[in-house]
């Protein structure tokens, strides 16, 4: 009998969590930009269609995915980080910033007042 696996664990409505070896991974922001566009759901999905569905300007995403750190290269600007993530359909660009912010989730929750 062909067995299949069921993930149990997994977001509804919201951009899968990647694993922590892609978080690790990558060293800058940008390399977390490209690593979470390289961990696409679409492999066949464009960066024109990127652009169009993360309603981001299409040059502007040829800067953000572009191999080369120039420093005239644009950044995945914050505001566009939870649009950029629902497309490519992962959260590997939160993650990597929440991982280098050092904040635990109980710390987190703390300085929100959520938790006394």
Do not use: C
């Amino acid at each position: 009998m062909d067995q299949r696996e069921f993930p149990l664990l997994v977001r509804a409505n919201a951009p899968s969590a990647a694993p922590n070896q892609w978080i690790r991974y990558a060293k800058t922001y940008r390399q977390a930009v490209r690593l979470a566009w390289k961990l696409r759901d679409l492999p066949s999905m464009t960066r024109q269609q990127l652009a169009t569905e993360a309603l981001l300007y299409p040059q502007h995403v040829t800067d953000y995915l572009h191999e080369d750190d120039r420093p005239s290269r644009r950044d995945l600007p914050a505001d566009a980080v939870a649009r950029f993530e629902k497309v490519v359909g992962n959260s590997l660009v939160s993650q990597w910033l929440a991982s280098h912010s050092r904040l635990t989730v109980l710390e987190e929750l703390q300085a929100t007042g959520a938790v006394a």
